[in-house]
């Protein structure tokens, strides 16, 4: 009996020591593999970096293009809502995204439908007329006027 027992604490402690070595070895092969995983980043860290760069100037070109469209096609389509009877003087778009037409008619009825016709559009909100003056030009009266409209961003 004494024999038994002195041979089941030796496997006891033998299999305490097998659990124990094989935690250890997971232990230094976990650190290794961190170790390596580490090293493998830090390797890959600069191109990361460089990816990044190039995906933030491609996001400025992208907004700068879509800035350029915007602003094309919504001149496209001012252009499309006067009316042949108007003419454009001058024509500027703010960086606020402010658009600000300046121009003459023949009546003011024209100058009101051209407002209108700017508010319908997508590109343009809160069309308005800021001022409109009358004058003599050789033997008729033409409205001067002046139409502010907010750029619609979000297109």
Do not use: H
């Amino acid at each position: 009996m004494r024999k038994s027992l002195i041979l089941f604490g030796a496997l006891l402690a033998l299999n305490i020591l097998l659990v124990i070595g094989i935690f250890s070895v997971s232990l230094k092969n976990r650190d290794n593999y961190a170790a390596k995983l580490q090293e493998r980043l830090g390797e890959l860290k600069p191109q990361a970096q460089s990816v990044q760069n190039k995906l933030e100037k491609l996001k400025v070109f992208q907004a700068q293009l879509s800035s350029r469209m915007l602003i094309l096609d919504s001149l496209t389509d001012l252009i499309k809502a006067l009316s042949p009877e108007c003419s454009l003087s001058m024509i500027s778009i703010n960086e606020e995204g402010v658009l600000i037409v300046r121009g003459e008619a023949p009546e003011l009825q024209k100058i009101l439908d051209f407002v209108v016709e700017i508010e319908k559009s997508a590109y343009f909100k809160n069309a308005r007329m800021n001022y409109s003056s009358r004058r003599k030009l050789r033997d008729k009266q033409v409205l001067d006027f002046e139409i502010q409209a907010d750029l619609d961003q979000e297109k």
